[in-house]
């Protein structure tokens, strides 16, 4: 018997089982109208939020935008109901940002070709217009200028890590695991050797932009503060130094905008592991405003990426006490 007690199974009376059904049946049919509603609340928040998106893609004027963006913000509670929406509205405020839509056009501002002009003298290269190489992705105001990155930034791939060969001083580098979306993590240093007349080619400054080569192909962030030591950087990143007075925060996007949008990733090759080559990135086409007028469009996307972290710290709040609530329930449900 004791052999076969592990086998045992209790069976509550007739009537017990009965109203076990029948409690289960009464909870599944619970469980079907709320997950109708659910289904009907978001199928409601979606057409509301591409209504909403609408008008912020296509407004008449920047103001259009903003109030189409502030029903957004006031009405997120039906507009953006998981933390994932809000990775959604990044997007298209990057968007909307490279097109001009979040800024008026002001007479003060300097002309767009001051930009080119200084950034041709820079380069010691003389700038074809129209580059019979750029592509115009889309539409925008009359006062920007369509241009390759190449022609307004000094462009330069890491150094290849072969150890048989290097020789030099000691350095830490950056690689693609330091350059995170928007960040550069030092947390995690290597060290390669480098001759000393090579290390300007491959240094790093305050304001320098990183892409990633291969693997997240496009990924991008800015070096925001003064190195506490010598950095070099592998050929695993790109390093971009903006020319022509352009803001590296502008720049950097502008970039962020190309790589969400996979307009990096058209340019990239490879079919398993994608690799963006130093031509195919110079290739890229990009939207220049004039300097003045980047400057209040990083200011106003700053505004607009610090509301989407509140709302998305609010609805990742939201959802755990859903979650939170739904396990400590459970146990009434059935009593």
């Known amino acids: 018997m004791g052999a076969y007690a592990s086998n045992i199974i209790f069976f509550p009376s007739l009537n017990e089982q009965e109203r076990i059904v029948a409690r289960v049946d009464e909870l599944m049919e619970l469980c079907d109208q709320l997950e109708e509603e659910q289904q009907a609340a978001e199928a409601f928040s979606d057409e509301l939020r591409v209504s909403t998106f609408h008008h912020l893609i296509q407004p008449e004027k920047p103001q259009d935008a903003h109030d189409a963006l502030q029903i957004l913000v006031e009405e997120s509670d039906l507009l953006l109901t998981k933390p994932e929406d809000v990775e959604d509205l990044r997007k298209l405020i990057l968007d909307l940002a490279v097109r001009g839509k979040f800024s008026e056009r002001n007479r003060s501002d300097k002309s767009v070709d001051v930009i080119l002009e200084e950034a041709d003298s820079q380069r010691n290269k003389t700038r074809i217009s129209p580059n019979p190489g750029v592509v115009e992705r889309f539409n925008i105001p009359s006062s920007w200028c369509w241009c390759l990155l190449d022609e307004i930034t000094d462009q330069q791939l890491g150094k290849m890590l072969n150890r048989q060969k290097m020789k030099g001083k000691p350095i830490h580098y950056l690689r693609s695991v330091n350059v995170q979306t928007n960040r550069i993590d030092l947390t995690d240093l290597n060290e390669m050797l480098i001759p000393e007349d090579e290390l300007e080619k491959y240094s790093v400054r305050r304001g320098d932009i990183f892409v990633v080569e291969g693997g997240h192909a496009g990924r991008s962030a800015i070096f925001d503060r003064d190195p506490e030591e010598l950095l070099a950087f592998q050929n695993q990143l790109h390093r971009l130094r903006p020319l022509g007075g352009i803001s590296s925060r502008f720049l950097h996007l502008l970039l962020w905008e190309m790589y969400v949008s996979g307009y990096l990733s058209e340019l990239a090759q490879g079919l398993t592991i994608q690799h963006l080559s130093a031509s195919s990135l110079r290739g890229a086409s990009i939207p220049i405003p004039p300097l003045e007028e980047q400057e209040r469009i990083v200011a106003r996307v700053d505004e607009l990426m610090e ?29």
Do not use: D, F, I, R
Request: glycine share 4%.
């Open 307 to 335: 509301l989407c972290n509140q709302l998305e710290e609010k609805l990742s709040l939201t959802v755990g006490l859903s979650e939170e609530y739904v396990l400590s329930s459970s146990p009434h449900l059935v009593s």
